[in-house]
Nanobody, 123 residues
């Protein structure tokens, strides 16, 4: 199993920045895909940014709504995924989840894992 713990959420004014972190523990040696997803009240969960690959062979994909504002990165030595969020907008308000094994379009492998989420509020 893989355990995921997110941190870094909070409240920020429009135009502000936050950095989310997601630390993985457990059976992390075969992790290929890690990503950030979000769910706003009354809306479906959606993909935000995903990293595929290992070491220096990484591919990042982003939702159109966050391109140019959000940056996803990974520190493999620390088993930690980051999401740097700049120029935040009220519509970015949501619970943000880290996941292993899901594509940006939320096609998830049978062995996918999810964190508990961290709240981001922009107002």
């Amino acid at each position: 199993d893989v355990q995921l713990v997110e941190s870094g959420g909070g409240s920020v004014q429009p135009g502000g920045s936050l950095r989310l972190s997601c630390t993985a523990s457990g059976h992390t040696s075969n992790i290929w895909s890690m990503g950030w997803f979000r769910q706003a009240p009354g809306k479906e969960r959606e993909g935000v940014a995903v990293i595929d690959g290992i070491d220096n062979e990484l591919t990042m994909t982003y939702a159109d709504a966050v391109k140019g504002r959000f940056t996803v990165s990974k520190d493999s030595a620390k088993n930690t995924l980051y999401l740097q969020m700049n120029s935040l907008k009220p519509e970015d308000t949501a619970m943000y989840y880290c996941a292993v094994g899901c594509s940006l379009t939320l096609v998830c492998a049978p062995g996918a894992y999810w964190g508990q989420g961290t709240q981001v509020t922009v107002s």
